[in-house]
């Protein structure tokens, strides 16, 4: 699996959203059901939680500094909610 | 194709045509003779979408538009009235066409393939404040293997509640199906299997208590709670599309804000005889 960090989900969610506008997705072309992301965000719990992105595919839309920036695990300490 | 017992229905064998009041009706099958499409698929390649009638995903109409590609389901159509389910992030939506092949069970009928990694459909925004003690739930689906005990792993086919006394979940955790209920994560277990099944809930003032059935077999029973929902919930997953993603399939779940008790056995045979349970 690959990832990408970020440090809170806003920062995670926007740059999904960039990526669905660089693929032209249905809501960037004016369709407000369309689709809006490309990948997946992953929300760490606690306090200061980080976001990650669940990179699938399109790896396409990445820049160069990103892909060196891909982890293919989440970072050791990464909390996760547990709560069914 | 089924007709309820007792029910003259409108249109012949609708299951909807002769339940009303559902609050949301999702399914790969046609449920009501007022509807015509059922999802909008989009395609993995050029983010294309189109939308699909019952008979079009399995007469080569999908797979013609997918090109040997990928087709994701993006929106499940509300068979029952407004409340579509749609997935925004193109990733998250679950699969019916992978590589050029349907997606489709053992009878030839189209379901949707959960990736077990982030798929998922919420309904938390398309079905708000679902009360615990008035509320009704079929939701048919299959988990792909059997959830190993110690992985502290859990799957869920259907949620439509989160943590604290909101619990209402159907899911596989240690080599169990589990129902949740309310304050219960594990209001009733029993040992999982790999085959598809219709899940059912049922809690409200008619029928006095919760119960939980699988296959139209009552399994367990607790006390009423009343109660909204919270959180994000919905299909293949709980919380979002990292939480208890479900590696599986689903192919129809029709919520009601109210006690079907009364016609669930109908609703059920339905279910089974349309999908061979």
Sequence with gaps: MSFLIFNNESEARQRSEDAGKAANLGFH??????????????????ENPRSALD???MLNLLTEQENEQIVEELPSDWTNHVDP | ?????????????YLLDGISGAYGAYSLRQLSGSVSNVCQCIRDSDSATQDFTAAELTDGTLTDFGSGTNVRIKTLYDQSGSNHATQSTLLS?????????????????????????????????????IDKGNCSSFAVGKFDST???????????????TGGSARWNISAYDGDFVFAYASSWNAHTETQDTNAHVFTQIAGTTQGDWKCFIDGTEKDSATLTSGGTSGTYGIGGIYNTWQYELDGKVQEVIVFDSDQSSNRAAIEADIMGYYNL
Excluded: H
């Design chain 1, 29 to 46: 072309s004016g369709d407000p059901d369309g689709c809006r992301y490309v990948w997946p965000i992953i929300n760490e719990s606690g």
């Design chain 1, 55 to 57: 990179l699938e595919g």
């Design chain 2, 1 to 13: 194709m089924a007709i309820l017992p007792g029910v003259v229905a409108s249109s012949p064998g």
């Design chain 2, 93 to 129: 939506c679950p699969s019916v066409v992978i590589s050029g092949t349907s997606q489709v069970d053992s009878s030839g009928l189209p379901w949707m393939n959960f990736d077990g990694s982030n798929d998922f459909i919420p309904l938390s925004s398309a079905l708000p404040n």
């Design chain 2, 147 to 161: 959830v190993a005990a110690g992985t502290n792993k859990l799957e869920s086919i259907l949620s439509l509640g």
